[in-house]
């Protein structure tokens, strides 16, 4: 069974930059094209921060950080990346990926399975 496993959090600046890598353990992303990021912030809803088709060719991003984040994917390494850049307190959250369920909506985590254990992510001012 594929297992998701996030890496690649920690505590910057205001303003300093990050970059997340998802890793697809014991196989491939396979048939689940679409891979998402998704953050928790303590007392809150896990939202949609960003997602990518399986070539790479579309992408998504949740408008707090569009601009800002960037996602990519590389099969070959079975890894999906989310890049973080001009980081504000307001990212401050567990990040989690998953692989979503084609037809679904890909904004709700519900739609997603395989989740990841998270890596916390820390913004201070």
């Known amino acids: 069974q594929v297992q998701l496993v996030e890496s690649g959090g920690g505590l910057v600046q205001a303003g300093g930059s990050l970059r997340l890598s998802c890793a697809a353990s014991?196989?491939?992303?396979?048939?689940?094209?679409?891979v998402g990021w998704f953050r928790q912030a303590p007392g809150n809803e896990r939202e949609f921060v960003a997602a990518?088709?399986?070539?790479?060719?579309?992408?998504y991003y949740a408008d707090s950080v569009k601009g800002r984040f960037t996602i990519s994917r590389d099969n070959a390494k079975n890894t999906v990346y989310l890049q973080m850049n001009s980081l504000k307190p307001e990212d401050t959250a567990v990040y989690y990926c998953?692989?979503?369920?084609?037809?679904?909506?890909?904004?709700?985590?519900?739609?997603?399975?395989?989740w990841g254990q998270g890596t916390q992510v820390t913004a201070s001012s």
């Open positions: 998953a692989r979503h369920r084609p037809g679904l909506s890909i904004v709700v985590p519900s739609n997603y399975v395989s």
């Open positions: 014991g196989g491939t992303f396979g048939v689940y094209n679409i």
């Open positions: 990518i088709t399986w070539n790479g060719a579309s992408t």
